[in-house]
C-alpha cells in the first residue's frame, strides 16, 4: 500500500507541476505579445458579408444583421487564443469610449466556449464587455481569416468597412478616428 500511496503522490506533483509551468508559460507568452500589440491599419472597404448568427450568455439567438443602421464592431475571438486573450483589454478600452453611444454595437463573439467559460474569463480579468457565443458551422466561410482573432467592422448599411486578423491594439486613436467617420456617413 505505501507504495501506491508514494506513486500517487509523484504522479498528482507531477501533475501539478505541469499545471504551474502551463501557466507560467501562458503569462510569459502574453506579456511578450502584449508588447508587440500594434494598431490595426483598418483600410476602408465595402463589403458583403453573410448574416452571422451567435448567442447571447443566456442562450437567446441574434443576427449582425439586426444591428443595421449602427457601426458594429464585431471580434470573433475564443478564451483559449493567445492573442485575443491579449488584446481583449484594449478592446475593453475601445468599448469604454463608445460605451454610450448609441451609434456604436460592439458584439464580442467566441468561438468554440461554452457561455460558462466566457463569463469566468470575463470575471478573472474584469472585463464588461458584450460578449455572446457562436458554433463554427454558424460562423459564414467569408469570415474565415485563417487567424483569430478575426475583427470586423461594419458601416451602417451592413457592410464590412474593415476587417483584421490576428491581435491588434484597438484602443488606438486611429480606430476611433476610423469609427467616427463610419458614423459620420
Known amino acids: 500500500m505505501k507504495l501506491w500511496k508514494r506513486i500517487l503522490t509523484a504522479v498528482a506533483l507531477l501533475l501539478l507541476a505541469a499545471a504551474v509551468g ?36 443566456d442562450g437567446a439567438l441574434r443576427h449582425v444583421s439586426a444591428s443595421r443602421g449602427k457601426v458594429i464592431f464585431l471580434d470573433l475571438w475564443g478564451t483559449w487564443c493567445i492573442q485575443c486573450v491579449v488584446e481583449m483589454p484594449t478592446v475593453q478600452k475601445l468599448y469604454d469610449h463608445y460605451r454610450t453611444d448609441p451609434d456604436v454595437e460592439f458584439l464580442i463573439v467566441s468561438r468554440l466556449d461554452s457561455p460558462a ?5 470575463a470575471r478573472r480579468n474584469h472585463l464588461d464587455l458584450p460578449f455572446y457565443v457562436t458554433h463554427d458551422e454558424d460562423v459564414p466561410e467569408t469570415m474565415h481569416l485563417n487567424q483569430y482573432p478575426a475583427t470586423f467592422i461594419y458601416d451602417r448599411s451592413g457592410l464590412v468597412a474593415a476587417q483584421h486578423a490576428g491581435g491588434a491594439n484597438w484602443s488606438d486613436q486611429s480606430v476611433i478616428h476610423f469609427i467616427d467617420q463610419l458614423k459620420a456617413e
Open 117 to 121: 467559460a466566457v463569463l469566468s474569463y
Open 22 to 57: 502551463g501557466i507560467v508559460f501562458f503569462k510569459m507568452a502574453q506579456r511578450r505579445i502584449a508588447s508587440r500589440l500594434a494598431p490595426p491599419i483598418l483600410q476602408r472597404m465595402s463589403q458583403i458579408s453573410p448574416d452571422l448568427s451567435y448567442r447571447t450568455l
